[in-house]
């Protein structure tokens, strides 16, 4: 998703990477915005998830940071 930085297309990506390299289950870990990345993750492909650690993760206001993102 060149050029995506939603966290819809963040969360697609680690789906894509998991699926390159044949990982059927994983422990999904993230800081700060990527720990959110990590907890969109394991609510979106729970059946992906075995753990998830998430150091401080940045969760609100998503939308806000997204278009901050976006606008560099």
């Known amino acids: 998703h060149l050029g995506d930085l939603s966290w819809q297309?963040?969360?697609e990506d680690v789906k894509q990477l998991l699926d390159f390299f044949r990982i059927q289950k994983a422990v999904v870990s993230g800081l700060?915005?990527?720990g959110g990345i990590a907890l969109a993750f394991a609510a979106?492909?729970?059946e992906r998830v075995q753990k998830v650690v998430a150091f401080a993760?940045?969760?609100?206001?998503v939308q806000p940071t997204e278009d901050a993102l976006n606008k560099q």
């Open 9 to 11: 297309a963040q969360v």
């Open 32 to 34: 700060s915005y990527g």
């Open 44 to 46: 979106t492909h729970p």
């Open 57 to 61: 993760p940045f969760v609100e206001p």
